[in-house]
């Protein structure tokens, strides 16, 4: 049988085992499979959910359909790490086999309350005539790792005032009561964010929206997080349906933050500063927050983008994770720093520095395909600075700064495979401070690149052909000196 996106809705124990052994045989034969990013064993990897710290290790799910490279009936599949680096596939943690979660598992986020860990996601069904109704829903993982849902689902009416479109429950404890925002749509089809609340994470009351000053902000607000950080709060979410503007909301659907005083729970409402996108790159979206024993806030995206079709597609299966950030404030915004244990991941190391001027130059030990990269630069007089990477004959993947505009850009013109150019090849953002350090992460089909200590953030997706291999440093327009170090990673 094969397996077509009209059959979305099938199950996974509706396909015989040959089906599926042939399908992750295809998947592994993918030259752009990552080496050390969370990537799904088959199908489609989509939002994380539910990441937490419990028994000594960081848990993390995310929503999972098994069966090919697009959205159908979602799983939640789970994986585990001690370390934030190497990341051990559990398995599947929640089944879309109740009534109340009949046509998917979606988002949602974890607790630990009474010794285990509490699901709290959004169980997906659909109706005769096809239409929509969302359940909240509960599941509770044990020390063992058991997960059992809860015989109903515990909030199973979308309250008035509110579309179908009410998803992606986000947890938190004050004081005696838990709380969580979840993702709306208004009937006029403006999106927003509404609270709800509980005494015991069974039984959930709607408390009513949350007031902020984004009015007509988009049509549908997912993913939303609410978390305090050094005394401020902060909301996250990703909007669908903001118009570019500028170099601003290139993207199909984005994803940022406002940060501001800490939520007022009784007057339901959030006093913040303007949405702030948290990436510039073209593929990040539906970020995920916890906190760690250390007090460290990290965070996860998925880094990927819906209704964008991807060049692994034809092998059975899309997209990854983000690595792991810590978020910081700084000077009035969030920065994200790669967490400190990735530095385990470094081999053999290279180095070398040097002052060029309108000219491109290649140097010994520098090249590959999986590896982390920083280079600081002074920029002298150049117009113009930056690196290629994943280069070839006719390929290359580009992140410079342009200092007449004052702006980083990152051009995947060039970069390999076409991905969604519908919407541009380049993404820009304006930075106030020199640019002075880029740091990459470059993985066999993407990369994530750190500006100024995590100022800025470009996550993307990056197609080349496996030949494509060489590192460039490049000035334009007048002289800058560099210094750049590399690891390999295998």
């Not at 069966?67 to 398995?91: A, E, M, Q």
């Not at 109706?127 to 359940?135: A, K, L, V």
């Not at 491109?360 to 590896?371: L, Q, T």
Request: hydrophobic share 35%.
């Amino acid at each position: 049988m094969e397996l077509q996106r009209e059959k979305k809705y099938i199950r996974l124990d509706q396909v015989s085992q040959q089906e599926i052994d042939m399908l992750i045989l295809r998947v592994n034969g993918c030259s752009w499979r990552q080496t050390f990013h969370i990537q799904p064993v088959s199908g489609l990897l989509n939002d994380p959910n539910g990441f937490c710290y419990y028994n000594g290790e960081y848990h993390l799910f995310y929503q999972w359909h098994p069966l090919g490279p697009f959205h159908g009936l979602k799983y939640w599949y789970h994986t585990k790490s001690t370390d934030l680096v190497n990341w051990k596939n559990v398995g599947i943690a929640i089944k879309p086999d109740d009534y109340f979660d009949s046509h998917g598992a979606y988002s949602g986020s974890a607790i630990e309350h009474n010794g285990n860990i509490y699901l709290l996601y959004t169980g997906n069904t659909r109706d005769e005539n096809f239409e929509r109704h969302p359940h909240q829903c509960i599941a509770i993982m044990d020390a063992q790792e058991n997960i059992i849902k809860l015989e109903k689902s515990v909030l199973d009416k979308v309250p008035v005032g509110y579309t179908e479109h009410f998803r992606d429950p986000k947890l938190w404890k004050e004081g005696e009561r838990f709380y969580a925002v979840i993702g709306a749509q208004r009937t006029d089809k403006i999106g927003c964010v509404c609270l709800l609340s509980s005494s015991d994470l069974l039984e959930w009351n709607f408390e009513g929206e949350l007031a902020t000053t984004l009015h007509l902000f988009g049509f549908m607000w997912e993913c939303p997080d609410y978390f305090e950080i050094e005394n401020q709060g902060v909301l996250i979410f990703s909007p669908q349906g903001l118009e570019p503007e500028g170099d601003l909301y290139q993207n199909i659907y984005q994803a940022g933050y406002v940060l501001g005083k800490k939520i007022d729970l009784q007057l339901q409402e959030l006093a913040h500063g303007n949405f702030v996108e948290l990436d510039r790159g073209f593929d990040f979206y539906a970020p995920h927050t916890m906190e760690d024993p250390n007090g460290r806030r990290l965070l996860v995206a998925w880094m990927g983008l819906p209704e964008i079709e991807y060049p692994s597609d034809i092998n059975g299966w899309a997209h990854c994770l983000t690595l792991p950030r810590e978020l910081m404030v700084q000077d009035g915004k969030i920065i994200q720093k790669p967490v400190q244990e990735l530095q385990s991941l470094r081999k053999t190391k290279v180095e070398t520095a040097d002052r060029i001027s309108h000219e491109k130059k290649v140097y010994d030990g520098f090249s590959g395909v999986i590896y982390e990269l920083i280079c600081e630069f002074e920029q002298g007089d150049a117009l113009e600075y930056g690196i290629e990477f994943r280069a070839g004959e006719d390929e290359k993947t580009v992140i410079k700064y342009d200092a007449e505009q004052g702006k980083v850009i990152l051009d995947r013109t060039l970069s390999g495979k076409v991905i969604g150019s519908t919407f541009g090849t380049e993404r820009k953002c304006g930075i106030t401070e020199k640019v002075y350090k880029f740091h990459l992460f470059v993985d066999a089909s993407s990369v994530e690149i750190f500006v100024n200590d995590g100022a800025e953030v470009f996550t993307s997706r990056i197609f080349p052909d496996r030949k494509s291999k060489e590192i460039r440093f490049f000035a334009t327009g007048g002289t800058a000196a560099f210094k750049a170090v590399k690891w390999d990673y295998k």
